[in-house]
């Protein structure tokens, strides 16, 4: 269940990333997206700070009524504050525009947006590294135990009856007591990670200063695949090399997370087919991904396959170092 609804839940965060949905986008008489010509990228009605591209101001001044907040209200980028423009609800009040301010003010420090971007995105991985460490140990646990816990399933296969049923519980919470796990707090891990990330990709998205700036010679609002059609032969080589990037983590990503979560038999399957999906469905989204959201996918999965690894890497030490004492005990 857990996997199904991670999986659901990154299909939206790509679909909201690619502009799919235009409540939160600016478009034309027929409802269609209207799009930087320069970019490729969708533009947004919801924008927390004032762009500079002249351009860009163009399109929202002549759009100005299908804008959340009127351009005159808007600061510069720079001088964004969480108190700048009125909030919009919770989501974006306790999570959103910080998070903006965050990202700003380390572009400022650090003297370019998009470096701040992987930064930040960086960091909120390794501060919720404890988190990651204890979904991680827990589906390490949850994998011993599913030999035991698949016996009691097959025991009270035919049997429905409030007695029977009760006997099952209490034979699986004693497994979960022996191997130390508890169902509900994975889960929690999940929900307590996933608004951040969600929240961190809408402030990238709601800050157009990000996107004006450039990085390896390339706007960071621009799409992949505006820069692979359109983009002269260096843009398009770093455009493929982020497209390519994207899919190695990814993939990397959802293979470790397989060899943590392997349940065996029909469940294995299904997750098998799932990462399969999710992972063609990310080959397709990826040509559409402004360079921003692309470099923050590749740095947050990068550094999660590093947190797992390090992770696993003791225990798998120890491991060899008990297969060996019982070599020599033989």
């Known amino acids: 269940m857990k996997k199904k609804l991670s999986i659901f839940l990154v299909v939206i965060l790509l679909l909201s990333c690619t502009g799919c949905g235009n409540s939160n986008y600016i478009t034309n008489k027929d409802k269609q997206l209207i799009k930087n010509e320069e970019t490729g990228q969708p ?6 700070c004032r762009p500079k591209d002249k351009e860009l101001l163009s399109i929202y001044d002549k759009n100005e009524k299908q804008m959340q907040t009127k351009l005159s209200k808007l600061p510069e980028c ?7 423009t009125k909030y919009h609800g919770l ?5 959103v525009k910080p998070l903006a301010w965050v990202i700003i003010k380390v572009g400022k420090l650090l003297g370019n947006f998009g470096v701040a971007v992987m930064v930040v995105g960086a960091l909120i991985r390794i501060v919720l590294m404890p988190l990651s460490k204890k979904s991680l140990m827990m589906s390490e646990n949850m994998k011993k135990a599913q030999p035991e816990l698949n016996k009691i399933e ?5 049997r429905n009856d409030n ?12 497994i979960y007591k022996k191997y130390n796990i508890n169902p509900m707090s994975s889960c929690l891990v999940s929900f307590i990670q996933l608004p951040l990330f969600f929240a961190f990709l809408e402030a990238i998205n709601r800050v157009p200063a990000i996107f004006e700036e450039s990085l390896f010679g390339i706007k960071l609002g621009t799409t992949t695949l505006t820069g692979i059609t359109t983009g002269p032969v260096s843009i398009k080589i770093i455009c493929i090399i982020i497209i390519i990037l994207i899919l190695l983590t990814t993939y990397l ?78």
């Not at 533009?43 to 927390?48: G, H, S």
């Not at 097959?154 to 035919?158: G, I, M, T, V």
């Not at 007695?163 to 004693?174: L, N, V």
């Open 43 to 48: 533009i947004r009605n919801d924008i927390l």
């Open 78 to 84: 720079e001088k964004f504050k969480l108190s700048s």
């Open 91 to 95: 989501w974006e009040a306790i999570f």
């Open 154 to 158: 097959k025991k009270y296969a035919n």
């Open 163 to 174: 007695e029977a049923m009760m006997a099952k519980s209490q034979e699986m919470m004693m």
């Open 253 to 330: 990503s959802f293979k470790i997370n397989m060899a943590s979560n392997a349940a065996g038999g029909e469940a294995e399957k299904q997750m098998q087919m799932m990462s399969k999906f999710m992972i063609v469905m990310i080959s397709v989204v990826s040509i559409t991904l402004p360079v921003a959201i692309a470099l923050y996918w590749i740095v947050t999965n990068g550094i999660m396959v590093l947190q797992n690894l390090i992770i696993k890497l003791p225990k798998s030490k120890k491991q060899k170092v008990h297969q060996k004492d019982n070599k020599k005990k033989r």
